[in-house]
């Protein structure tokens, strides 16, 4: 089995992280490094997934309940409701916690942000 990720650790009360909604499949916590005035993570409980392209082959149902738990998180944190949803997939994209997890953005955000540094 393998060493429990950070976001298991987490959810788990072994460090610290606030958790800001959770279902149950699925939680969400604000990130520690903030890209933006509202920047959660999405996270299912399970990390048997590493990326966005295992989980949606392997459980399209867990994927939707994270979009779900995104959608309700966008209403209740952003101004407008708008929200950027994001899955980095690989190291080369900027993955650096191999449990899958959707990076929800919000505020002040606009189409030039997309380009990269």
Same mark, same amino acid.
Not at 24 to 34: G, H, L, N, Q
Not at 80 to 99: M, P
Not at 107 to 114: A, F, I, M, N, R
């Given at each position: 089995?393998?060493?429990? #990720? @950070?976001?298991t650790r987490i959810l788990q009360g072994d460090i610290p =992280?606030? @958790? &800001?909604?959770?279902?149950?499949? &699925?939680?969400? @916590? ?7 005035? $509202?920047?959660?993570? /999405? ?8 990326? $966005?392209?295992? !989980?949606?082959? %392997? ?7 994270? @979009? ?5 998180? %966008? ?5 407008? %409701?708008?929200?950027r949803l994001i899955f980095n997939t690989g190291a080369g994209? %900027?993955?650096? /916690?191999?449990? &899958?997890?959707?990076? *929800?953005?919000?505020? =002040? !955000?606009?189409?030039? #942000? *997309? &380009?990269?540094?």
């Amino acid at each position: 089995m393998a060493e429990p #990720s @950070i976001f298991t650790r987490i959810l788990q009360g072994d460090i610290p =992280g606030e @958790i &800001v909604a959770e279902t149950e499949r &699925v939680f969400a @916590i604000k990130d520690i490094a903030p890209q933006a005035p $509202v920047h959660l993570l /999405v996270i299912p409980k399970t990390q048997e997934y590493r990326d $966005v392209t295992e !989980l949606a082959a %392997g459980d399209a149902t867990l994927l939707a309940e994270m @979009i779900a738990l995104a959608k309700r998180l %966008g209403r209740e944190h952003a101004d407008d %409701g708008d929200f950027r949803l994001i899955f980095n997939t690989g190291a080369g994209a %900027g993955q650096t /916690v191999f449990h &899958v997890h959707a990076h *929800l953005l919000a505020g =002040g !955000l606009g189409e030039k #942000s *997309l &380009v990269g540094e």
